[in-house]
C-alpha cells in the first residue's frame, strides 16, 4: 500500500492516467499489483486486478 500525493511514483510506475466510468474522464490510478523480488526487482505484475480472486491469485505466485 502506498501513499503518494505528488504522484511522483504514480506516474514512474504507469498507474497514473486516464480512466472513464459513466461516462465521465477523470484522472485516477489504476489498480494495479506488483510482487518484488528481494532485490526490488519486479517479479511479477498484475495489470487485470480481478477482486474476487485477486489475493488468493497473490498468495499461489508466492509460492
Same mark, same amino acid.
Given at each position: !500500500?502506498?501513499?503518494?500525493? @505528488? +504522484? /511522483? !511514483?504514480? %506516474?514512474?510506475? &504507469? $498507474?497514473?492516467? =486516464? *480512466?472513464?466510468?459513466? &461516462?465521465? %474522464?477523470? !484522472?485516477?490510478?489504476?489498480? $494495479? /499489483?506488483? #510482487? =518484488?523480488?528481494? %532485490? +526490488?526487482? #519486479?517479479?511479477? $505484475?498484475? %495489470?487485470? $486486478?480481478? /477482486? *474476487? /480472486? +485477486?489475493?488468493?491469485? #497473490? =498468495?499461489?505466485?508466492? @509460492?
Amino acid at each position: !500500500m502506498l501513499c503518494d500525493e @505528488s +504522484h /511522483t !511514483m504514480l %506516474e514512474a510506475y &504507469g $498507474v497514473w492516467g =486516464l *480512466k472513464k466510468f459513466m &461516462g465521465r %474522464e477523470y !484522472m485516477g490510478i489504476s489498480r $494495479v /499489483t506488483y #510482487i =518484488l523480488d528481494n %532485490e +526490488h526487482n #519486479i517479479k511479477e $505484475v498484475y %495489470e487485470k $486486478v480481478n /477482486t *474476487k /480472486t +485477486h489475493a488468493c491469485d #497473490i =498468495l499461489d505466485s508466492l @509460492s
